[in-house]
Nanobody, 124 residues
Framework: QVQLVESGGGLVQAGGSLRLSCAAS????????MGWFRQALGKEREFVAA????????SYADSVKGRFTISRENAKNTLYLEMNSLKPEDTGVYYC?????????????????WGQGTQVTVSS
């Protein structure tokens, strides 16, 4: 099992930047593919970005491609999401998730472990 705790959310103006972190417990972080999802008020949870166990392959939602960067430091059991050129439509609760199988998935049903989420609010 793995436990996940997100941090780094907050209030930022449009065009600004934030860096989210996801700290994982346990000694097997490197065995999980990881993802970021977000959920806006009244909307379904949606895929944002994902990364393979070794970090060599990443995937992004079209809405964030070119603005967000997912990365991981397995030695520190930590996942990151660097968010630049933020827009009001990026507002929502951001969740990190762990997938105990090799490879990237954009489906939240494929992820077995979730953090509690961190709020990101982008003002116009």
């Amino acid at each position: 099992q793995v436990q996940l705790v997100e941090s780094g959310g907050g209030l930022v103006q449009a065009g600004g930047s934030l860096r989210l972190s996801c700290a994982a417990s346990g000694r097997t972080f490197s065995s999980y593919a990881m993802g970021w999802f977000r959920q806006a008020l009244g909307k379904e949870r949606e895929f944002v970005a994902a990364i393979t166990q070794g970090g060599g392959t990443t995937s992004y939602a079209d809405s964030v491609k070119g603005r967000f960067t997912i990365s991981r430091e397995n030695a520190k059991n930590t996942l990151y999401l660097e968010m630049n050129s933020l827009k009001p439509e990026d507002t929502g609760v951001y969740y990190c998730a762990a997938r105990p199988r090799y490879g990237i998935s954009t489906s939240y049903a494929e992820y077995g472990y979730w953090g509690q989420g961190t709020q990101v609010t982008v003002s116009s």
